[in-house]
């Protein structure tokens, strides 16, 4: 089955980058090196004398709260690159076309691809049901088309598959909080013209 007789719409949700979490390690390492010459200057034999008791209290609480913030912010940064990284590593990426034919589901993990390709007269209908970080997931369901039990040499993806559907009844799930560039009016009108008004966005 072509998917690419009519221009689609393609459900790919974003990755976090690693670029915008970066910029909170360099301003927790600036905040931490701001404290660091601070409170050097606070210490300095000169500046306590020349300092009143008051400035020098408060100079020190700055310094404290910098040092300790720059830490804080700057160990957040780690994490949220650490956890960006496992999940680039450890799960596939997944994407949805949807046409005019149906719906091309893929799934690329570390240079592998699995495409399956459904047209619409096997979707029975879609909905949105919760998953991961109080997010809604829109969910096409399939009859048929879900994995069969687990066998030896089985997939990153065909694993992550039967994953999805133990959690949404269904494999062909995607996240639209994660896919910005959609637009979900739009979607809506062409799942509703594709289908015959069997598919469509329900109500959140």
Known sequence: MSLTAEPGILL????????PIA????????GFAGA?????????PGTVA?????????????????????????????TDIVAARRVKH???????????????FTSAFHGQVLEI?????EVD???????LGRNEFLCFDVPGRRPT?????????EQMMRVDTYAFGTPFTVNLAKCPDVDTAHLDRELRRWTNDRCYLPPR
């Not at 790919?12 to 670029?19: D, K, S």
């Not at 596939?92 to 719906?103: C, D, F, R, V």
């Not at 390709?117 to 007269?121: A, G, I, L, Q, Y």
């Open 12 to 19: 790919a949700p974003r990755r976090r980058r690693v670029a």
């Open 23 to 30: 910029g909170k390690v360099l301003a927790g390492a600036f």
């Open 36 to 44: 660091l010459v601070l409170i050097a200057v606070l210490v300095d």
């Open 50 to 78: 020349a300092t009143p008791p008051t400035l020098q209290i408060g100079g020190a609480a700055l310094g404290v709260a910098m040092f300790v913030g720059g830490i804080l912010i700057g160990m957040s940064g780690v």
């Open 90 to 104: 450890l799960m596939p990426q997944k994407t949805i076309l949807l046409s005019a034919q149906g719906l091309r």
């Open 117 to 121: 390709s459904v047209p619409w007269d």
């Open 125 to 131: 209908g879609c909905a949105f049901r919760p998953g």
């Open 149 to 157: 039990p687990p066998a030896p040499g089985e997939s990153t993806q």
